[in-house]
């Protein structure tokens, strides 16, 4: 799937939820788009387009019993 469809179907993720972390985000496309995607593909993408903005850290639990940090990401507000 191209840069620009992934980024449009994250802005349309963010605009519906507020913000979202990096897999939750995954998950969404995974399921709206018919070729899906991995956090390697869209962790670059929110990284560094000016329109995402992250906001923070939250811990999420593995499968196989550790756990592991994601990055939050929001909209960023049009005055900065």
């Given at each position: 799937m191209g840069k620009r469809r992934i980024?449009?179907?994250?802005?349309?993720?963010l605009m519906e939820h507020g913000k979202g972390n990096t897999v939750q985000i995954c998950e969404y496309l995974n399921k709206?788009?018919?070729d899906g995607t991995c956090v390697k593909q869209i962790g670059p993408i929110l990284?560094?387009?000016p329109a995402f903005e992250c906001v923070g850290?939250?811990?999420i639990k593995s499968l196989?019993?550790?756990s592991y940090n994601v990055k939050i990401w929001k909209l960023r507000d049009n005055n900065e």
């Open positions: 980024k449009s179907h994250i802005w349309g993720y709206v788009t018919r990284s560094q387009e850290k939250e811990k196989m019993g550790g």
